[in-house]
């Protein structure tokens, strides 16, 4: 069963640090919704710029996560995925007016995004290696 990718999220990575981005949730990293027509590399490319103005072209896979609606929606499949994704090589510009849903964007030691992030969990920790690890 091949299930639709709707959602992505991105852990950018640079000298140690992760890209956050902040909006009305609190710091999370960059993601968003996949638009229709896109592939959800494009969609990770297009919320990077969007909320980061963040330019990157390679990104690799790091993790998914498994969706099932509890409730019925009009907007999602009742089963789809949401990508993971990690880049390394990016360069964002932050005298720029950022385009999209967030006021501010920032870098963030790797050992302190726990203390960041509005909602850090296990999963996210556990991503967050996985990106760090693919580095290597």
């Given at each position: ?6 959602a992505v999220g991105c852990y950018a990575i640079k000298n140690d640090s992760i890209l956050l981005i902040k909006n009305y949730r609190g710091w999370d990293v960059p993601g968003g919704h996949v638009e229709p027509g896109e592939t959800p ?96």
């Open positions: 069963m091949s299930l639709p990718a709707v590399a494009d969609a990770v490319k297009r919320e990077l710029k969007e909320e980061a103005n963040c330019e990157a072209d390679n990104f690799y896979v790091i993790g998914y996560l498994h969706c099932r609606q509890l409730v019925p929606s009009a907007k999602y499949p009742d089963e789809s995925l949401l990508v993971i994704y990690s880049c390394y090589d990016f360069a964002v510009d932050h005298n720029a007016k950022l385009l999209f849903e967030t006021t501010e964007a920032k870098f963030v030691s790797l050992d302190e995004v726990g203390k960041f992030h509005h909602n850090w969990t296990d999963l996210k920790r556990k991503l967050l290696k996985n990106a760090i690890n693919f580095k290597k």
